[in-house]
T-cell receptor, first 113, second 116 residues
């Protein structure tokens, strides 16, 4: 069965520091991968997506993610974190048919000044 | 602006009552989804609909029902059979069914349901 693992429940970084959020997936076919961000009490906003081609994808708000097939990973990165980046981040894998998404449990990012 | 509207933002239910959560989209999307979000568990799919008058169960459909009579609307009813309904419910939509996963899902702002 398809699954997504986000190993870190909480991460705290200092403002201006770099960030990497981990995501590992289990899926037999070519994965369709997404990162979403959620502010408290709000819906999810798409940060970036990967379907094929260049394994380094750029998203909104200065985020990027790298797809590594050999490691079944799709880690999210940002070179310099801003206080407004504090939120919960979800990695998701899309199944080939039906537009169904399987989500990881999420990583809560805290930014300290 | 196009988007997804969920109402109400907060909803309270008494034991034994059914409640209906509204989801309306003006994005002209064919596919719509309902997710349940609990702390530390991510989002779990309740029901989804790829086209009007058709819907399928997701991973946790027990105790829930849906209808899709109009393209724009996909209401979710939480029935009294759902023993633990307290959660944050999110509605989403995407362009269409089939292998169109280059079109991501767009989400509403959610409804928080609590039991009195």
């Amino acid at each position: 069965a398809q699954s997504v693992t986000q190993p870190d429940i909480h991460i705290t970084v200092s403002e201006g520091a770099s960030l990497e959020l981990r995501c590992n997936y289990s899926y037999g076919a070519t994965p369709y991968l997404f990162w979403y961000v959620q502010s408290p009490g709000q819906g999810l906003q798409l940060l970036l997506k990967y379907f094929s081609g260049d394994t380094l994808v750029q998203g909104i708000k200065g985020f990027e993610a790298e797809f590594k097939r050999s490691q079944s990973s799709f880690n999210l990165r940002k070179p310099s974190v801003h206080w407004s980046d504090a939120a919960e981040y979800f990695c998701a894998v899309g199944m080939e048919y039906g537009n169904k998404l399987v989500f990881g449990a999420g990583t809560i990012l805290r930014v300290k000044s | 602006d196009g988007g997804i509207t969920q109402s109400p933002k907060y909803l309270f239910r008494k034991e034994g009552q059914n409640v209906t959560l509204s989801c309306e989209q003006n994005l002209n999307h064919d596919a719509m989804y309902w997710y349940r979000q609990d702390p530390g568990q991510g989002l779990r799919l309740i029901y989804y609909s790829q086209i009007v008058n058709d819907f399928q169960k997701g991973d946790i459909a027990e105790g829930y029902s849906v209808s899709r009579e109009k393209k724009e609307s996909f209401p979710l009813t939480v029935t009294s059979a759902q023993k633990n309904p307290t959660a944050f419910y999110l509605c989403a939509s995407s362009i269409g069914p089939g292998p169109l996963l280059d079109q991501p899902q767009h989400f509403g702002d959610g409804t928080r349901l609590s039991i009195l």
